[in-house]
């Protein structure tokens, strides 16, 4: 289930056609999102990672650019959870902190999977939208 819900919202990016990002698969089947032109605010290209690893969840981390958003309006506009880095299992979204950037961790459970349907105009596109516009040069 993770790994077949990993490759349809890899088809939902894609069908959304963003021109500068590229989408690079891992041995582990992970998803990498990276820039073409790099990213704002800080060194490299890469702004995303989709892994569908654990058989349980499918985890999604998105790179933004330090204090740009709003955790409580995140969990609002795609009606999940804000959980702590330390609730496995549930599914839910939180926020890690870094010195150049922040870490936005979105964990979507088998449980949940079930239930949701990937494609170009879903809550988590849209936004993965938005956080690529904010990163990407």
């Given amino acids: 289930m993770v790994q077949t819900k990993a490759q349809e919202l890899r088809a939902a ?45 499918l985890n999604i981390t998105i790179d933004l650019p330090r204090n740009r958003v709003n955790i409580n309006e995140i969990c609002e506009q795609l009606e999940m959870e804000l959980i702590s880095n330390e609730e496995v299992g549930l599914s839910g979204i939180w926020l890690e902190k870094k010195a150049d950037r922040d870490t936005l961790h979105i964990h979507i459970t088998n449980h949940d999977l079930n239930d949701t349907v990937f494609s170009t105009e879903s809550k988590l596109i849209n936004f993965l939208s938005e956080a690529r516009r904010w990163n990407c040069l």
Avoid: H, V, Y
């Avoid at 590229?22 to 890469?46: F, M, P």
């Fill in 13 to 57: 990016i894609q069908m959304r056609g963003w021109s500068n990002t590229t989408l690079l698969s891992t041995d582990q089947e992970d998803i990498i999102l990276n820039s073409r032109t790099g990213c704002r605010s800080w060194k490299g290209t890469k702004w995303g990672f989709i892994s569908a690893e654990s058989p349980e969840q």
